[in-house]
């Protein structure tokens, strides 16, 4: 099966930087769309960033300006440069992509998620 897994997060002081990354192992064809999810307790996961597979991006309006989401199509990686990070973007953040396992066979993959905490 495929699997995404994710890595980068931390502990920051607000005002610094993280990047995320989510990284499509197994067997696959191509990767059609990857994005990045949020969610802290109590509160639905939100869409903060995405990336089609024609370049196109889009970003909550929360992190526009402050996120910037990119992929290395070689090495099936999806990154999310995190700048002028705030506490309020304290939460577990989530890969997603949609997957070609073949030419014909496409899914939805999650991975398990990464914390990121900004405090002082």
């Known amino acids: 099966q495929v699997q995404l897994v994710e890595s980068g997060g931390g502990l920051v002081q607000p005002g610094e930087s993280l990047r995320l990354s989510c990284a499509a192992s197994g067997s696959l064809f191509s990767i059609n769309y990857m994005g990045w999810y949020r969610q802290t307790p109590g509160k639905q996961r939100e869409l903060v960033a995405q990336l089609t597979s024609g370049g196109s991006t889009n970003y909550a309006d929360s992190v526009k300006g402050r996120f910037t989401i990119s992929r290395d199509n070689a090495k099936n990686t999806v990154y999310l440069q995190m700048n002028s990070l705030k506490p309020e973007d304290t939460a577990v953040y989530y890969c997603?992509?949609?997957?070609?396992?073949?030419?014909?066979?496409?899914?939805?993959?999650w991975g398990q998620g990464t914390q990121v905490t900004v405090s002082s």
């Open positions: 997603n992509a949609d997957i070609f396992r073949t030419a014909y066979y496409r899914t939805r993959e």
